[in-house]
Nanobody, 125 residues
């Protein structure tokens, strides 16, 4: 049974930081691409960061580049998203995802095979 379990969401003031974690089980982690997506109310889901687990190649959306950092601990089958300099527009449900195809680390919705349950991030001004 495949499980992607996120943790680390919460509420923070603008300019603050949060770190999300995604623990994967039931998959051969090193064969998958991993990514973080977010969806705010009334908006489309956005892929914000991705990582090729084998090579470590990373991808960032323009909206988060320079503020967010994706990383992983392959020994723990766990992916992280360090979010710094948070803005109110970063408020969303953040979900981790796993897929088998992610050119240059970019994991698209259509390539996702497994989703986590999501964790809420609230950034107040």
């Amino acid at each position: 049974q495949v499980q992607l379990v996120e943790s680390g969401g919460g509420s923070v003031q603008a300019g603050g930081s949060l770190r999300l974690s995604c623990a994967a089980s039931g998959i051969t982690y090193s064969r998958y691409c991993m990514g973080w997506f977010r969806q705010a109310p009334g908006k489309e889901r956005e892929g914000v960061a991705g990582i090729v687990t084998g090579s470590g190649i990373t991808y960032y959306a323009d909206s988060v580049r320079g503020r967010f950092t994706i990383s992983q601990d392959n020994a723990k089958n766990t992916m992280y998203l360090q979010m710094n300099s948070l803005k109110p527009e970063d408020t969303a449900v953040y979900s981790c995802a796993a897929g088998l195809f992610c050119p240059r680390g970019r994991l698209s919705d259509s390539a996702v095979r497994y989703w986590g349950q999501g964790t809420q991030v609230n950034v107040s001004s």
